[in-house]
């Protein structure tokens, strides 16, 4: 087998990362505008007057103090959206000028995408090119599919067997608490804002401890589109404290997080323990993608790769089990390598790169303790499996082959650029693998035999399948776990509904001519 090509990035990294200075040759970086908690329409510091670092993972270093909310925090940031809720005019305007509102605030993104594409490459270490082209964009595309739903929310007549007049209401769930990830700021932001804000709830939201900044200038943008103060509200803080505030607190309806699994356990017991709020949980995965031999090599191959190493692994659907028919499982190995060699790992400013560093110290040191798991437990190193660079947080891609589904790097979400390969004979034994984890997030099947993808799409427990394709996500697609992978759905209609309860009401017809 071949082996990566280690000088290349080595050299790749070593020019790019950590370096502002030579970030600033592919882009202007501006100064960080907003660094405070966003309360009640204000930037405000926190109670308590302590910050913390926001870490650039290019090099470790900090690029500024953010402020440290608390509970004294989120108390004042929820009273603001309780009183925002219950006595302000968002909930209360119509449908179509909530739409409008959220329309501008759309607009108002698409005037600051370079500036906010920036961000999300130094405060996350992901690629500059894919967050102006792709994800602050679909952030103002998802905030515009929600605004024109904001004006369709309709009950209904109900035929009821007595002399009685019924019909129901859909209303507003009331003040939500959102607790992002660190892997998607923006996506996440506005897969939970945009629906909410669309019908009519008022918002306490806490971004990710590792990736604060763009929360921010989102709060910022949302008072500029108009939103009314109290509506939105940004919490910086750590999950022990504010994170734990926001989900035991008897005064937030609803909270949706999105994160570990480990955590979500967490948000339900404080949930249950507190006011009961239903809660949505987009939680881990451990994805499989099953490739029959009737797959185009070439086409499998870029399926499976991508499927993993793009936005360098951290990505809850990430196909990382990779369950590859024997009778192609060679000629795929080799163009994973080759793919491998070619894939450039450096400065996520660098146009050229593939991949930047990994979000943080913590998830950087996981997965490599990961990687080092994954070798002693006997599975075969095809590429990759070392940092790079000696400054920043930066991971070779990893394939490993040999994998056996009691390997702990089979087992457990690594959420890092590390894939492992598994060969299978029948469709029969790759369902029954392809099952076997206590995860349900999502999964891929390549084939050119329709029964055989129809068979293994209806056979999988997982939210969402993809045929012939991964990693295709759309603002319309409702996606969301099976089993400990959580429960509830982000986009589509159906993440719409989460943020609406159903009332019913009834009256007595007397005389009626008719039942």
């Known amino acids: 087998m071949r082996k990566i090509n280690t000088e290349r990035n080595l050299k790749m990294a070593d020019h790019c990362n950590g370096s502002s200075q030579s970030s600033e040759s592919f882009v202007n970086i ?28 290019r090099s470790g270093e900090a690029i500024t103090r953010v402020s440290e909310g608390d509970k004294e925090d989120v108390d004042l940031a929820v009273k603001a959206a309780r009183l925002a809720f219950d006595n302000g005019p968002w909930p209360r305007l119509s449908g179509s000028e909530r739409g409008r509102i959220l329309m501008k605030f759309a607009d108002l993104i698409e005037q600051n995408i370079e500036e906010l594409a920036t961000l999300e490459a130094i405060n996350g270490g992901k690629l500059f090119s894919l967050c102006k082209f792709m994800e602050v964009p679909g952030a103002a595309m998802t905030l515009r599919y929600y605004a024109g739903a904001a004006d369709k929310i309709y009950g209904t007549v109900l035929k009821l067997s007595k002399g009685l007049q019924g019909y129901t209401l859909r209303e507003p769930i009331g003040v939500v608490g959102a607790i992002l990830p660190w892997n998607f700021p923006t996506t996440m932001f506005f ?8 019908a009519g709830c008022t918002m306490v939201v806490k ?140 400065d996520p400013f660098d146009p050229q790169v593939n991949q930047g560093p990994q979000t943080d110290k913590n998830q950087f040191e996981k997965i490599l303790s990961y990687i080092e ?21 930066y991971i070779q891609p990893t394939i490993f082959a040999d994998v056996k589904e009691d390997m702990i790097i ?106």
């Open 373 to 393: 798991h994954g070798k002693r437990e006997g599975a075969t190193l095809l590429t990759g499996g070392n940092r790079i660079g000696q400054k920043g947080y």
């Open 207 to 346: 971004p990710a401890e590792q990736t604060p900044l763009s929360a921010l200038y989102y709060a910022h943008l949302a008072k500029l589109a108009g939103i009314p103060d109290g509506v939105v509200n940004v919490v910086n803080g750590f999950g022990e404290t504010a994170g734990a505030a926001i989900s035991s607190h008897m005064d937030i309806d609803k909270v949706s997080f999105t994160g570990s699994t480990e955590v979500g356990r967490k948000i339900m017991m404080a949930a249950a323990a507190s006011n009961l709020k239903p809660v949505s949980l987009e939680l881990g995965g451990k994805s499989p993608l099953l490739i029959f031999d009737d797959a185009d090599v070439d086409e499998a191959a870029k399926f499976a790769f991508d499927g993993i190493f793009t936005s360098k692994g951290e990505i809850c659907v990430a196909s990382s089990r990779i369950y590859v028919q024997e009778g192609i499982y060679d000629k795929i190995v080799n163009k994973l390598i080759e793919k491998a060699n070619a894939w450039v790992v450096g």
């Open 191 to 198: 897969i939970k804002a945009a629906p909410a804000l669309a």
């Open 30 to 57: 501006p100064p960080i505008k907003f660094t405070k908690l966003f309360i009640d329409g204000n930037f405000v510091d926190s109670v308590s007057g302590k910050t913390f670092e926001a870490i650039d993972p």
């Open 410 to 515: 089979a087992k457990e979400e690594i959420f890092g650029p590390v894939m492992s390969l598994m060969k299978f004979k029948t469709m029969e034994e790759a369902i029954k693998r392809a099952n076997d984890t206590t995860y349900g997030l999502a999964a891929g099947v390549i084939t050119k035999d329709l029964n055989v993808a129809n068979t293994v799409s209806r056979s999988i427990r997982a939210g969402v399948v993809w045929m012939n394709c991964y990693l295709l996500l759309d603002v319309g697609c409702p996606y969301g776990g099976y089993k400990m992978s959580g429960f509830g759905r982000e986009n589509g209609m159906d993440s719409f509904n989460e943020y609406l309860q159903t009332k019913s009401v009834v009256t007595p017809i007397h005389d009626s001519p008719w039942h």
